[in-house]
């Protein structure tokens, strides 16, 4: 084989791998985007010569090419970080081995710009095709912009939005309902919940759920015990503050995610109840944190990292011409994972 390094120690180009293989550029380029409409023999032929001489297709390069690039785009507005962490994680997982690479765009969906924002991220990126978890994903403003750049999209919501190609959905409201089951079935009749953002659509199924699940045991949430947070922690500990310090303060309370239930279990410590003696602790997606704490949280499981996963494989499999509305199942059921933040009430 002939030196891949060009004159002045250049690194090889596409042009110097087809020479090298005996093969036309246009080739090359169809043998690095894994195309069907290459033989076998001249595949291997190829690859070889690109692994023996250490050749990496630029993403960018590679891009301008097919008038796309091979970014694969996250466009996110959730206040918890550990949930983004993990959905990054997930998207990964999902295009590792595809030659996509993950760019990530936060965002607020209350600001003026937003929408520019979001148009400008697409059309510079030139985006292979984009991850939206709540509540980015609920936001059909954001839909008719990738649209109108022709732009594949995934939408991650709590109720189905789109066609199967373009969902994953998580059924939030039925993870919801098993924690207001537990708590009814412990005995607990004073029941709090600490709702999410009101622009985001999992808040709504999520307190819809827990209603529903308590109306089965002959239950009712009561307004006065309800708290809108923000899906932080300081919202967790101020809405559990004004809860604990009513005249009849609830023995339970659900908070719309984990990150809010931990600061529930802050507030309760601070006004010092003993969790779960004198406080049950129920939170929603089972981060990490949630069996690190002390006492271990009860929680409603969302898979987040494989929903990440799923989300990107819909994605992928348009490469492959596959058909993403059956490569992956596009349905999620939350679960109930019972730890030691939740008892029976004293007396």
Avoid at 37 to 63: L, N, S, W, Y
Avoid at 276 to 299: E, H, K, Q, Y
């Amino acid at each position: 084989m002939n030196e891949t390094r060009r004159p002045g120690g250049k690194p090889a180009t596409i042009n110097d791998i087809a020479r090298l293989a005996e093969v036309s550029k246009k080739t090359v380029s169809r043998v690095i985007n894994n195309s069907p409409f290459v033989k076998e023999e001249t595949r291997k032929r190829v690859e070889a010569v690109i692994a023996e001489h250490g050749f990496t297709p630029d993403p960018q390069a590679r891009g301008l090419a097919f008038r796309r690039s091979f970014l694969v785009g996250m466009i996110y507005d959730n206040p918890s970080p550990n949930y983004v962490v993990n959905m990054q994680q997930g998207v990964l997982d999902g295009v590792r081995g595809s030659g996509l690479e993950l760019v990530v765009h936060p965002c607020n969906r209350a600001s003026e710009t937003f929408l520019d924002q979001v148009r400008g991220f697409v059309v510079r990126q030139k985006l292979f095709g984009v991850v939206m978890p709540p509540s980015v994903s609920e936001d059909d403003r954001v839909i008719a912009i990738l649209k109108e750049a022709d732009c594949p999209y995934v939408r991650i919501a709590s109720v189905s939005l789109d066609g199967p190609e373009c969902m994953v959905v998580t059924h939030d409201s039925r993870g919801a309902a098993q924690a207001a089951r537990h708590l009814a079935e412990l005995g607990h009749r004073r029941v709090a919940f600490i709702s999410g953002p009101d622009y985001f659509r999992s808040s709504h199924e999520r307190g819809r759920g827990f209603r529903e699940g308590l109306a089965e045991h002959g239950l009712s949430l009561d307004d006065a015990y309800i708290r809108q947070g923000a899906y932080t922690f300081e919202s967790g500990v101020e809405a559990a503050q004004s809860l604990l310090a009513m005249k009849e303060p609830p023995t339970a309370i659900f908070a719309g995610n984990d990150e809010m239930a931990i600061g529930v279990m802050k507030a309760a410590r601070d006004a010092g109840l003993d969790v779960p003696g004198d406080l049950s602790i129920v939170g929603f997606d089972d981060l990490p944190m949630a069996s690190r704490v002390w006492p271990n949280l009860t929680t409603v499981r969302l898979p987040i990292r494989d929903m990440g996963r799923m989300a990107a494989e819909k994605l992928t499999a348009r490469s492959r011409g596959l058909d993403p509305a059956t490569l992956v199942q596009p349905e999620v059921d939350p679960s109930l994972v019972v730890r030691d933040s939740t008892a029976a009430p004293k007396g």
